[in-house]
């Protein structure tokens, strides 16, 4: 029966962990660079609005961290309990990064609770800006541990293998692996991106449904910016990621792409439908793209999937995953730069409701793009859990209550996500920012509070 197959209930089990903490994870790294740079341009300009700013984004951090916490132990749990063949082969070659991501979370609270409790203490307010420092860096390096975790899976080495062992442990060779600089990248990038735009559609949003003041004019500017900056760091992350694959797992670009006869001049498949002889069809082609996202060459060979053994090839949907990907990439980058050509070039209105509602679609466009994308990742290393020496199958646990412990963690999951939601609601729908403006900084010109 369907929750009696262990390997399957531990795959959607940790799909929907992976899928639900990556949520917290994302704006947890993403948005205290975000408060950072608000503060310290409220500082500067001796601006209160973006000293609000940064207040009000705080807030909402703690409790989406308090989130995090939660569902981050649950992946702890989860890996030894559902996973204890990979675990017992490859923890004690990841066990490194795995110890430093903790040091590095608590590295981030400590001074996210200083941080939190130091508002107003110092005569220079530069003295508090500097706490955020550590929490950027702590959320970031939390960030880069865990992620060379996930690399070492899609490329591993830093071991020798005696039977079923791995042996001659070098953990710094794991985390380093080929597979870690364009992982790293991408996740840091996308989660700065993420949060920028999470935060532009709020803003967005509220104007949309309200009459608009300069907080949020000032907070929209803020976040869009961010938002076409990280967008276009993300987009060179992903070329990168793109060549990656091609060197070194050829297989999922070639899944991705459904690419399946090694040939130059590859065209890149843009969505369409395969048929029952995998001949892609109703398919948008642009040509000799891939060759040029694989080896920027237009004209260098593609290694088709062909070239895999058929037991060894990812599922072919993700080709999917892929292209929602990277169209939503597009349109972040899109609507966020039509944003600041309208804002600097003055003749037009950069808040006109057809661009305010385009805004407003940013957070979770980007969200869904983050989930696209480690769907895309994880899939696609398919068969493997250990690229190469462990399948799946042979990592996942034999006990056959994992379906009990789904159902357990999806209540627990609803009542997180609802609660949290609450929570938010209730922290900034019953102090609205003019009222707090006005409350905390009632020297501020009346034509500011708007």
Partial sequence: MFFE?????????TFLTLGFHVIFAT??????????IAEWIGIKKKDPH??????????????????GV?????????LSLLWPSFM???????????????????FEAIFLGAYLYTWDRFKNPIYHWLLSIPVVIGSTLSAFFITTVNA?????????????????VDPFAAMFNPATPTKVAHVVSSSYLTSAAILATIAAFIMLVRKSSIYHKKALKLTVAATFIFAVATAVAGDSSAKYLAEYQPEKLAAGEWHFETEKNADLIVFGTLNENNEVENAIRIPGALSFLAHGDFNAPVEGLNETPEDERPPLWIHYMFDFMVMIGFYLVGISFLFLVFWKMKRWNEFNRWLLTGLAAVGPLAMLAIEFGWIFSEVGRQPWILRGFMTVAEGATTSPHVG???????ALYIVLGVGCLVVLRKIFKNNPAE??????????????KE
């Fill in 404 to 410: 009990l412990m789904f159902l357990l963690f999806l």
């Fill in 88 to 106: 017992k082969v490859a923890g004690n070659v990841i066990s490194l990064p795995l110890f430093m991501e903790v040091f590095a979370f608590f």
């Fill in 70 to 78: 939660v569902t981050g132990t649950a992946i702890g749990l989860q």
């Fill in 50 to 67: 973006y000293t609000l700013l940064a207040r009000r984004w705080t807030r909402g951090l703690t409790i989406t961290v308090a989130v």
């Fill in 27 to 36: 704006v947890g790294v993403g948005i205290p660079i975000m408060i950072s």
């Fill in 5 to 13: 197959d262990s390997v399957l209930m531990s795959r959607l089990l």
């Fill in 435 to 448: 009222l707090e403006l006005e409350s905390r900084y009632p020297h501020v010109k009346e034509s500011d």
């Fill in 152 to 168: 070492f899976m899609n490329a591993p080495q830093g071991f020798e293998t005696e039977g079923d062992k791995l042996v001659a």
